[in-house]
């Protein structure tokens, strides 16, 4: 009813209903609300004169019916109001009231309605203030009474000309209201006021590219040589913006005060030609560093910007310069794959540089993978045998990654395959211990050393048997690799126990490996009882079980003490170097169930230690 086109289904409602007139719905909008809502004045005066409900009633969001008359511009809905009292200076949730909520919603009719015939007006909200509204909002008539309204009361902070908050010129500014911006600048505005952001009402015009303001504002005094306003300028990519400024004595070298980059830094990484040529044009410093080292070449080639590092270049970027890791473009472009920027540069710059790590170029195309970038390079005469702080060669790379491709280009050009790295490892030890079969098979092809040994001992066999490449172990010991090779008591046959891996025991074993007596032992203590009972059963004659049975227990493994009872182990043997028998172990654990089991097996519960 409160919301219909007349007022007489309301009266009828008000004269039979029997409940409460100012009933609210789920947003705690009552009748009087709704009917402000929908402009229907009529329904308001009979809810207010006959329905008693209070103008200034608050939904669940703090709104009034005059914040609802006003967003929805029924501007006689919002003079019944005024003529009812309604307070002006309510405040909803979101910080508005209705003064804000009416200029928000550009309703400029209601918002001279509430200047001048509201008693007392001020603005105590939070958010932007009346006036900052207004000049975001272009509402150019409406400044002068607020500007006015600020002065009738200083003591309420409506637009504070000495806070650092943003200004209304700033909001005028950032939205492109020059007429705005004229009116404030003629009521004492300072066109180079800071907010706490440090950005002026210049920096928001340029920040919008709002390209008449910017002009504007440059006739009127705004200071162009502060640095931040080429920054902004050259983010925005607002080409014409950045002429205004430079023909303002822009600084084109000013640097970045957190990554020390400069506007042509920043030119590149957009991958604007146009920016940077007119940059560059206007005395920009090509070879600038920022605070990593890196030129704008840098940016470039990391990019994969060809036109842009062609551009550089030819207004003299440098190719060869480092940056903190030693970097130089070139090796960036590599990197990244970007081989046509590779080729651009590799005739300006030493085509082995070496970054802090000692890597060149052709160990970073081995690394990722780059055939057509390691096919070039070789072409043009890298050095094929090259080490990197590691020892390592681009072999060794291509190797730790499967590269097979590469692999053969390195080879064909000459690359050592029995080169170590600075830990004894031969490009034979990385292919068999990151399990590339194919490629162990190219470097026995080669002639390749199988029984080298690393700084730990360990021959290409160590490094199958350990990351349990059972197709690189075969391939090893068919062409002749030992099964036996042994180092401070590591084996093969240990590895492959240590690894858990059956397979590669048997292996062995089929291969006449020696007996490891600290593999039978590593299979006890891990608890791999299909490999104890493996081993025990290859080596009858080798294998002194009685002697692991404490171990067994001390580790919890109840099958593996099967085994061993099975395989002859004596129960009730004193232990080699603990006096005690297993059960007296067992009991002095507190392990119920090893006890139970040893009892089971035949121990002597009356058994004494020594």
Request: proline residues 4%.
């Amino acid at each position: 009813a409160a919301k219909g086109p007349s007022s007489g289904p309301l009266e009828y409602v008000l004269d039979q209903w029997k409940g409460k007139i100012d009933e609210q719905n789920m947003d705690g909008m009552n009748p009087l609300h709704i009917a402000g809502y929908n402009g229907q004045v009529e329904n308001v005066k009979l809810l207010v004169n006959r329905g008693k409900i209070p103008v200034d009633t608050p939904d669940n969001f703090g709104r009034t019916t005059l914040h609802y008359s006003v967003s929805t511009k029924f501007i006689s809905v919002t003079k019944m109001l005024i003529k009812f009292k309604a307070d002006p200076n309510t405040i909803s949730e979101e910080g508005h009231t209705p003064l804000k909520e009416a200029l928000y919603s550009k309703n400029v009719e209601a918002s001279k309605l509430i200047l001048e015939h509201a008693e007392f007006l001020y603005d105590n909200s939070f958010g932007c203030s009346p006036l900052e509204v207004a000049a975001e909002q272009g509402l150019t008539e409406l400044l002068l009474p607020l500007i006015k309204l600020e002065a009738k009361h200083p003591a309420h902070r409506i637009s504070s000309k000495k806070t650092k908050l943003p200004t209304p010129l700033h909001y005028a500014a950032k939205n492109g209201h020059i007429e705005c911006l004229k009116i404030l600048l003629q009521n004492g505005w300072n066109l180079n006021a800071k907010a706490y952001d440090g950005d002026t009402p210049f920096h928001c015009a340029i920040m919008s590219n709002k390209e008449e303001v910017v002009q504007f504002m440059l006739e009127k005094g705004a200071d162009a040589r502060d640095g931040r306003s080429i920054f902004l300028a050259v983010s925005g990519g607002n080409k014409k913006i950045i002429e205004m400024l430079i023909s303002a004595k822009a600084p084109v070298n000013v640097i970045e005060p957190v990554l020390g980059s400069t506007p042509l830094h920043l030119a590149a990484g957009l991958n604007r030609r146009d920016l940077v040529e007119l940059l560059l044009k206007n005395g920009v410093l090509v070879n600038a560093k920022d605070n990593h080292g890196q030129t704008a070449l840098h940016y470039c080639a990391q990019r994969g910007y060809y036109k842009l590092s062609k551009l550089l270049i030819k207004y003299g970027a440098k190719t060869n310069i480092g940056d903190m890791l030693n970097y130089i473009p070139y090796l960036y472009a590599v990197l990244e794959g970007h081989q046509d920027i590779v080729e651009l540069m590799v005739t300006s710059t030493n085509i082995n540089h070496v970054e802090s790590l000692g890597y060149t170029a052709l160990h970073c195309s081995c690394k990722h993978g780059y055939t057509g970038i390691v096919r070039y390079l070789l072409g043009k005469g890298a050095e094929v045998n090259a080490k990197a702080n590691n020892g390592r060669t681009s072999l060794h790379i291509a190797v730790l990654n499967g590269f097979r491709e590469i692999i053969n280009l390195l080879l064909k050009k000459g690359a050592s395959i029995n080169d170590t790295d600075s830990f004894g490892n031969t490009p034979l030890h990385f292919a068999a211990m990151v399990g590339q079969a194919k490629v162990v098979e190219m470097l026995i092809q080669r002639g390749v050393l199988l029984n080298i040994v690393n700084e730990d001992g360990w021959t290409p066999l160590h490094m199958a048997c350990s990351s349990g490449s059972l197709e690189c172990a075969s391939l090893l010991v068919n062409k002749g690799c030992s099964v036996n090779a042994s180092t401070k008591g590591v084996t093969p046959l240990l590895l492959s126990v240590e690894s858990n891996n059956i397979n590669m025991v048997k292996f062995l074993i089929k291969q006449k490996v020696k007996f490891d007596n600290n593999a039978l032992r590593h299979a006890v203590l891990s608890g791999f009882a299909d490999i104890l009972e493996l081993l025990l059963v290859s080596f009858p004659n080798n294998s002194r079980v009685t002697e692991l049975l404490w171990p067994a227990v001390i580790k919890r493994h109840p099958e593996i003490i099967k085994i061993l009872v099975k395989r002859g182990a004596d129960v009730n043997e004193i232990c080699i170097g603990t006096s005690e028998q297993p059960l007296h172990i067992a009991v002095m654990m507190g392990y119920y169930e090893i006890i139970n089991l040893l009892l089971d097996l035949g121990a002597d519960p009356n058994g004494r230690s020594l």
